[in-house]
């Protein structure tokens, strides 16, 4: 019987798309003190999100879901347990692959307590996001590790880093687009999910370099290993180079953002109609911070902006599908994988470090 097992974390879906269920998934998520995480709202977060936000904003979600909802239910979780299935065959029998929702079904708890029942004694986390980000990677890693301690607290975990430049995932990026990038009349926007602009300052220690010095991306820091935006910029730039495309040729564009203090700029939906003026007519859309495509990238991009960008003029409109469960992208995984199997320790970075207190403060 195998002792160690892989296990595969993603943001996750509503139940349904009734309203009720949307209702529920936006409680969870919403309620979760990474993603609304202002100090001056934590006495106020549950009257916030279950009688201000979640009322209005439940109904206009399902029917955002409806848009893109299969037969078959939520395409990220459909997409996330091909992964699954795919990585555990490529594997073979020795390592289990596990599959859990940082949101809703199915559960991080439940999955993790599957795991204990089925003796497994180390396991590696792969948390579904090339890049950091509180919201995202880091809400996973610290969910993972305090119920790990709750329900499994004998259980050892690895936790692998965020992926933004490694070169096989930047392949299977170029392997999974390249098909869209041979027009070279086409213009190629880079949309990554936006954060507010306080998410990059409150995660850069030194409080003196994000968003401060000029050109903060790309002026050497620390601070870069904990900063998503720097991130985004790496991997745009490493699939630049391997894709060879010339500067004239594409740009950065952030995505869901919320009103009310500044998020990551330039706005996707503005730069679009701003092409259209520039005549920019004929336009690839990729969003990388997504291995599977979910409400933000069908719903989002390849309905809302694609109708937005032709209803003012644009000609050519095309969505890069995410890696989803591709050839390339459980090559990816599975090379990672053997990789800790070999003996390899996942790369220590500051986020690392984050996630290993965040750990050891759960167990104590």
Not at 127 to 140: C, D, G, L, R
Not at 181 to 203: A, C, M, Q, T
Request: glycine fraction near 4%; proline fraction near 7%.
């Amino acid at each position: 019987m195998p002792t160690r097992a892989v296990l595969l974390v993603n943001l996750g879906s509503p139940d349904s798309t009734a309203v009720p269920d949307v209702r529920t998934y936006l409680r969870e998520f919403l309620g979760d003190e990474r993603v609304i995480d202002r100090p001056a709202w934590k006495w106020a977060r549950s009257i916030l999100v279950n009688q201000i936000i979640c009322p209005t904003r439940a109904p206009k979600s399902a029917k955002a879901y409806e848009e893109v909802w299969t037969d078959d239910g939520s395409p990220l979780i459909l997409t996330s347990q091909s992964v699954r299935t795919k990585l555990d065959e490529t594997l073979g029998d020795d390592v289990p692959v596990y599959l859990a929702m940082r949101y809703r079904l199915p559960s991080i708890a439940a999955t993790l307590e599957q795991m204990k029942a089925d003796g497994i004694e180390e396991v590696l986390l792969f948390p579904q996001y090339p890049h950091y980000a509180m919201s995202s990677w880091e809400t996973v890693v610290v969910k993972v590790y305090e119920d790990a301690a709750r329900v499994a607290p004998t259980m050892k975990i690895d936790c692998v880093q965020p992926f933004y430049e490694d070169a096989d995932y930047i392949e299977a990026l170029h392997e999974v687009s390249a098909p869209y990038l041979d027009d070279p009349e086409s213009f190629i926007l880079f949309s990554y999910h936006g954060i507010p602009e306080r998410h990059l300052r409150k995660g850069d220690a030194s409080k003196a370099h994000c968003l401060t010095v000029p050109d903060c991306c790309n002026t050497c820091s620390a601070a870069h290993s904990m900063c998503y935006r720097a991130q985004v910029m790496k991997t745009t730039q490493a699939f630049v180079k391997r894709a060879g495309l010339p500067d004239d040729r594409w740009s950065v564009a952030f995505q869901s953002r919320l009103v009310g203090e500044p998020w990551l700029t330039p706005y996707t939906d503005q730069e679009l109609l701003r092409f259209v003026e520039e005549g920019k007519k004929n336009v690839v859309v990729m969003t990388p911070a997504f291995v599977a495509d979910c409400l933000e990238t069908l719903e989002e991009i390849a309905g809302e902006a694609r109708e937005d960008f032709l209803g003012a003029g644009g000609v050519k409109f095309q969505h890069v599908p995410c890696l989803n469960d591709q050839p390339a992208y459980i090559d990816f995984l599975a090379r990672r994988v053997r990789r800790w199997l070999e003996g390899e320790t996942p790369t220590t970075t500051h986020a690392g470090q984050t996630a290993r207190s965040l750990a050891a403060n759960a167990g104590a």
